[in-house]
């Protein structure tokens, strides 16, 4: 047998990789062998002619070089070939039977080459032992994407927030992934969803994110049992994360109530989810898979009249009695944005004006006074008339159009004044 190479030192490399998580064994020796070839190259000038055989149990490895028996005098490459009679004199294993064109193994103590060979060696060990790591960690977190972790602060940048999970893995926070309102203080302990992982240049990162309709949806799972389950299904999920959320849910057993399990008895499900959201209002509502009627829950609270679909274009024209437009529409325009987010329709708010039977005009018409940019924005989003114009809520045509106040207030003047 020979004998070990360093063998503390390589104890304790062959500790390291058992250490690793999900790094199986026929990968360890794999590599271990790949770090001692790559010395025996720089040395020799090639290993083809080494055998190297990895003893992971004992900590150690024994390597051997296959050397090519040629007459006496006519040794051209030592590193590859031997003379007879040396190979007949070999102290470590005399061979005296041996002839001109057989193979003589020669057995190799590593550690006899020196301090340089075996930093060598550690520091080519440690790289791949990196890559192993790194590897491990992608492998680990490209198949979690949409899961939820938790992990503890660990240091605050104004850009991002870094989180250790409890392997003391690293987990990105971005700042447009984190809720407006939250705060973070080394030390916290934080929930979020993996959001991405990223792995440029063989150097992983992994993205969370606590903005993301993913995260709404696993909260809900944790909170409550029924979705775990699958005795509850979230159909659609609209957020603007730290305002408002609405989030439509079905259960194909008729025992249960899908809002009523969401929120729970004095609301106890759902304010947990509240308070991990810093606060954001969460509507619940029954999915339907008939637009008109979904449509109606998404506007709750406002009470509609009538719709009008168009099944093509996506859009909802909805009416209601003048009081209930604001509550349609909501503060800040919150409301209607999370309703066309949620149904999938543009939906535009109407004023219900029964006994309007003015002749309508076309925005057109109105160029001398009004920029043709502007009547050309109020087209794009589907209203061409001055009635079509004057019908809709004023907070409505801002959000619609992203035109500024003072010109969506201008063209509303203009086209009043018309009809007065």
Not at 12 to 31: G, H, P, Q, W, Y
Not at 289 to 297: A, E, H, S, V, Y
Request: aromatic share 6%; glycine share 4%.
């Amino acid at each position: 047998m020979a004998r070990r190479v360093e063998a503390v030192d390589m104890a304790d490399r062959f500790a390291e990789f058992k250490e690793l998580k999900n790094i199986d064994k026929t990968t360890m020796i794999s590599v271990l062998e790949e770090s001692f070839r790559s010395v025996l190259a720089k040395m020799f000038g090639s290993d083809e002619n080494f055998d190297v055989i990895m003893n992971p149990d004992k900590g150690d490895c024994e390597i051997y070089q296959n050397l090519e028996i040629v007459p006496d005098g006519e040794v051209e490459d030592p590193n590859k070939q031997i003379s007879l009679t040396d190979a007949q004199n070999d102290p470590d294993d005399p061979d005296p039977d041996c002839e001109v064109g057989e193979e003589h193994t020669k057995k190799i103590e590593f550690a006899k080459f020196g301090r340089r060979a075996i930093l060598t060696l550690r520091q080519t060990l440690q790289s791949k032992i990196l890559d192993l790591q790194k590897d491990a960690i992608y492998n680990k977190f490209k198949d979690m994407v949409g899961e939820l972790v938790t992990g503890e602060v660990y240091q605050v940048w104004k850009r991002e927030v870094l989180l250790l999970d409890d392997e003391k893995n690293e987990l990105l926070l971005p700042k447009d992934q984190q809720i407006p309102t939250d705060v973070y203080r080394k030390g916290d302990m934080v929930r979020a969803v993996i959001h991405r992982v990223d792995n440029t240049n063989n150097n992983p990162k992994v993205y969370v994110s606590r903005t993301s309709e993913q995260f709404l949806r696993r909260l809900f799972e944790l909170e409550v049992p029924e979705i775990h389950d699958g005795l509850i299904v979230i159909s659609a999920v609209a957020r603007i994360p730290g305002e408002r959320a609405k989030i439509a849910v079905e259960s194909y057993d008729d025992r249960i109530d899908p809002v009523g399990a969401c929120v729970g008895v004095k609301g106890a499900r759902i304010h947990g989810i509240v308070r991990e959201l810093r606060n954001e209002n969460i509507d619940v509502i029954n999915y339907t898979t008939n637009p008109q009627l979904f449509i109606q829950r998404a506007l709750s609270p406002a009470k509609i009249l009538s719709i009008r679909l168009d099944e093509e274009s996506k859009r909802a024209e909805v009416f209601l009695n003048p009081e209930e437009v604001s509550l349609a529409i909501g503060k800040g325009g919150l409301n209607i944005k999370l309703a066309d987010k949620l149904t999938g329709y543009t939906i535009d708010v109407y004023r219900d004006n029964t006994n309007d039977t003015e002749d309508d005009i076309y925005l057109d018409e109105f160029n001398d006074e009004i920029d043709q940019w502007i009547i050309d924005k109020l087209k794009e989003v589907g209203y061409n008339t001055a009635k079509a114009v004057l019908k809709v809520n004023r907070d409505t045509l801002i959000a619609r159009t992203d035109l500024e106040e003072d010109t969506i207030d201008e063209v509303i003047n203009v086209l009043k004044s018309e009809f007065n």
